[in-house]
């Protein structure tokens, strides 16, 4: 008698050994985004020690509408990296090493509803980063080095963002709460 095996099932005892061996390279990354199917919605790659993402790693899952990669060692992103994930809605970027954001790096992600960029080493925000993110609600970056933000930055733009961990402040007209 055979037994059926969730996709998700295989690649959650995959992980758990690399964890266990703590080698999850760009090769390893792009193996298993592979192994993914390309209508796949949602991938949780938290916590997996990973450094850096390849350009191509996530390429043909169009689909995707959520994408976690929280918690890892990332400290630069790739501006190619999200290319094609035109559904994406959910970007988890928080608790890496990420100092700088590309302006590029978002292009594209029209349907970007949540992006989690807090808990990292940003000190500066180029101010067409967040350009084109016409469907951004909450923006987190809290916990990070930044001093100052451009007012460009946030122009035209209606959306939450955490920019502490005591005030919210709201885009529309730049008013903040506590």
């Given at each position: 008698?055979?037994?059926?095996?969730?996709?998700?099932?295989?690649?959650?005892?995959?992980?758990?050994?690399?964890?266990?061996?703590?080698?999850?390279?760009?090769?390893?990354?792009?193996?298993?985004?592979?192994?993914?199917?390309?209508?796949?919605?949602?991938?949780?790659?938290?916590?997996?020690?990973?450094?850096?993402i390849?350009?191509?790693?996530?390429?043909?899952?169009?689909?995707?509408?959520?994408?976690?990669?929280?918690?890892?060692?990332?400290?630069?992103?790739?501006?190619?990296?999200?290319?094609?994930?035109?559904?994406?809605?959910?970007?988890?970027?928080?608790?890496?090493?990420?100092?700088?954001?590309?302006?590029?790096?978002?292009?594209?992600?029209?349907?970007?509803?949540?992006?989690?960029?807090?808990?990292?080493?940003?000190?500066?925000?180029?101010?067409?980063?967040?350009?084109?993110?016409?469907?951004?609600?909450?923006?987190?970056?809290?916990?990070?080095q930044?001093?100052?933000?451009?007012?460009?930055?946030?122009?035209?733009?209606?959306?939450?963002?955490?920019?502490?961990?005591?005030?919210?402040?709201?885009?529309?007209?730049?008013?903040?709460s506590?």
């Amino acid at each position: 008698m055979f037994k059926f095996i969730k996709i998700s099932s295989l690649l959650s005892i995959f992980f758990e050994r690399l964890n266990a061996q703590n080698n999850l390279n760009k090769q390893n990354l792009a193996t298993i985004c592979a192994c993914y199917p390309m209508q796949e919605t949602s991938i949780n790659l938290s916590s997996k020690n990973i450094k850096t993402i390849d350009p191509a790693t996530f390429t043909g899952i169009a689909s995707l509408q959520r994408l976690y990669l929280d918690s890892n060692q990332i400290s630069s992103i790739n501006p190619a990296t999200f290319t094609g994930l035109t559904s994406l809605q959910t970007l988890y970027l928080y608790s890496n090493q990420i100092s700088s954001i590309d302006p590029a790096t978002f292009k594209g992600l029209t349907f970007l509803q949540i992006l989690g960029l807090s808990s990292n080493k940003i000190s500066s925000i180029h101010p067409a980063t967040f350009k084109g993110l016409t469907s951004l609600q909450e923006l987190y970056l809290h916990y990070n080095q930044i001093s100052s933000i451009d007012p460009p930055t946030f122009y035209g733009k209606n959306f939450k963002m955490i920019f502490d961990e005591y005030r919210v402040v709201s885009l529309l007209g730049l008013r903040s709460s506590r």
